[in-house]
């Protein structure tokens, strides 16, 4: 989920709002990559909700920050990625569905 390397310093100099928004999306997603916790889904809108802004601000501000549209992809990519997880989580399902072979075995 946190595929942002394209972001330069110059981008983030230029736009804080940004940088903040990013901060809190990366922050947000964390601890759903250290396993089991209580209140899984709350955790996962928490998540979803800080990628969903930073993907509104990129793309209101895609060309005063100089946001390339790879950058931008990359932003929307893990916005529906967290979407699915949470949509996935919160109806009691794995964040990610197995492939198909091992759910006929």
Known sequence: M?????FGGEAQAQC???ARLRGE???????MNRGLMPNRCDAYIRASLAWSSLRSYAQDHQETCGISSRSLGDIEKSQRDAVMARNNVCAGRPVRPFPADIVLQ
């Open 16 to 18: 804080p709002e940004l």
């Open 2 to 6: 946190i595929a942002l390397a394209g």
């Open 25 to 31: 999306a990366v922050e947000a997603t964390k601890p």
